[in-house]
């Protein structure tokens, strides 16, 4: 299960912008590692981001965007929706 603090971060420049996202596929690659591995603690995804840059809003918006749309979805609002569901019943 991923969980971590997955911060999108805008810097605006003299020229343009630097756009840091969270990199899903370096979080993908430490989660399957660590899967399997009694007794590990959870993976830190703090460290696993991706900067890019960009030159106007529009470029920025698009890269936030498709970061977003990469994240996980939220397991444990996934979890209450069917506990939720599973007690209306």
């Given at each position: 299960?991923m969980n971590g603090d997955f911060?999108?971060?805008?810097?605006?420049?003299?020229?343009?912008?630097?756009?840091?996202?969270?990199?899903?596929?370096?979080?993908?690659?430490?989660?399957?590692?660590?899967?399997?591995?009694?007794?590990?603690?959870?993976?830190?995804?703090?460290?696993?981001?991706?900067?890019?840059v960009a030159k106007t809003?529009?470029?920025?918006?698009?890269?936030?965007?498709?970061?977003?749309?990469?994240?996980?979805?939220?397991?444990?609002?996934?979890?209450?929706?069917?506990?939720?569901?599973?007690?209306?019943?």
């Open positions: 299960m911060t999108i971060h805008i810097q605006m420049l003299e020229n343009g912008y630097t756009v840091e996202v969270p990199d899903v596929d370096k979080i993908n690659e430490m989660e399957k590692k660590a899967k399997g591995k009694a007794n590990e603690p959870t993976p830190y995804y703090g460290g696993c981001t991706e900067k890019m809003p529009e470029e920025v918006l698009a890269l936030v965007k498709d970061a977003l749309a990469n994240l996980p979805d939220l397991e444990y609002e996934n979890a209450f929706n069917e506990a939720a569901k599973k007690e209306t019943e």
